[in-house]
């Protein structure tokens, strides 16, 4: 059973960074896909991005060209870089990891709040 752990997230100016982190316990993410997605008050949780198993990245539109996924198979973690933050990415943000329909993990989330 994969456990996930985010971390990183926070209080932060417009214009600003953070990068969050998502630590996997329990078994190897290597073989996973892995995403972000996000949840922002009555609103339903949308994706945001996803690194495939072998690497390829997929963003929504909205925070392409500033913000990164990217992994570390070693560390069994994957990340997220946010830059050029914006009060519409205030939002609680969940870590994923899946294989198949049955293995399918996600973390407890970490909260972003942009101010402007």
């Known amino acids: 059973q994969v456990q996930l752990v985010e971390s990183g997230g926070g209080l932060v100016q417009a214009g600003g960074s953070l990068r969050l982190s998502c630590a996997a316990s329990g078994g190897s993410v290597r073989l996973y896909n892995m995403s972000w997605l996000r949840q922002s008050p009555g609103k339903e949780r949308e994706f945001v991005a996803t690194?495939?198993?072998?690497?390829?990245?997929t963003y929504t539109d909205s925070v392409k060209g500033r913000f990164t996924i990217s992994r570390d198979n070693a560390k069994n973690t994957v990340y997220l870089q946010m830059n050029s933050l914006k009060p519409e990415d205030t939002a609680v943000y969940y870590c994923?990891?899946?294989?198949?329909?049955?293995?399918?993990?996600w973390g407890q989330g970490t909260q972003v709040t942009v101010s402007s």
């Open positions: 994923r990891a899946r294989a198949s329909s049955v293995d399918d993990y």
């Open positions: 690194t495939s198993w072998s690497g390829t990245t």
